[in-house]
T-cell receptor
Framework: QQPVQSPQAVILREGEDAVINCSSS?????VHWYRQKHGEAPVFLMILLKGGEQKGHEKISASFNEKKQQSSLYLTASQLSYSGTYFC????????????FGAGTRLFVKA | NAGVTQTPKFQVLKTGQSMTLQCAQDMNHEYMSWYRQDPGMGLRLIHYSVGAGITDQGEVPNGYNVSRSTTEDFPLRLLSAAPSQTSVYFC????????????FGPGTRLTVL
């Protein structure tokens, strides 16, 4: 089942902050975050694991609430280069080894 | 390391034609997957593989076949192309499903007329 992302889109001015949320109706083993710029392939940002471990981007932070089956990506002091579409992916080893992605959050940072 | 490579980059087919999208990785990853992305949409899983000889269906498998004879290659076959299969196709690989990130290929942009 596809994780739900919110908001669908957000427009920021350079330097402003944003939060992107991802929630699932299934138990989460980890949450993966990717960013995709127009016409390009998705690029890895972060992995959040059960127990609090994180791997990934130095300038982007995220949280993972295992009980609520939710994750949030925090973009602080946004830069023009942050523009793109952000996807969360939720791998599950049950019912097959799949990673299902949310529909994405479009972020536009303007000067 | 070339990472994940996909060929061709662009392809135009007529309805009913068949073709194979190629995907290869040189990172010795066991897990590989195919996604399609329609305009303004997210990534939908077509098929995936957890190792050579092992494949399974994803969210939208109809009209597509896969095989995995080697660790490196994971081709996607369109059996009889339909306009609804017009999309951008991404191949991805990873060392493990839960603990490691997926590396995506550059994509194949397919148009079916």
């Amino acid at each position: 089942q596809q994780p739900v992302q919110s908001p669908q889109a957000v427009i920021l001015r350079e330097g402003e902050d944003a939060v992107i949320n991802c929630s699932s109706s299934k138990a989460l083993y980890s949450v993966h975050w990717y960013r995709q710029k127009h016409g390009e392939a998705p690029v890895f940002l972060m992995i959040l694991l059960k127990g609090g471990e994180q791997k990934g981007h130095e300038k982007i932070s995220a949280s993972f609430n295992e009980k609520k089956q939710q994750s949030s990506l925090y973009l602080t002091a946004s830069q023009l280069s942050y523009s793109g579409t952000y996807f969360c992916g939720t791998p599950t080893p049950t019912g097959g080894f799949k990673t299902i992605f949310g529909a994405g959050t479009r972020l536009f940072v303007k000067a | 390391n070339a990472g994940v490579t996909q060929t061709p980059k662009f392809q135009v087919l007529k309805t009913g034609q068949s073709m194979t999208l190629q995907c290869a990785q040189d990172m010795n990853h066991e897990y590989m997957s195919w996604y399609r992305q329609d305009p303004g949409m997210g990534l939908r899983l077509i098929h995936y593989s957890v190792g050579a000889g092992i494949t399974d269906q994803g969210e939208v498998p109809n009209g597509y076949n896969v095989s995995r004879s080697t660790t490196e290659d994971f081709p996607l076959r369109l059996l009889s192309a339909a306009p609804s299969q017009t999309s951008v196709y991404f191949c991805a690989s990873s060392y493990s499903l839960i603990l490691n990130e997926q590396f995506f290929g550059p994509g194949t942009r397919l148009t079916v007329l």
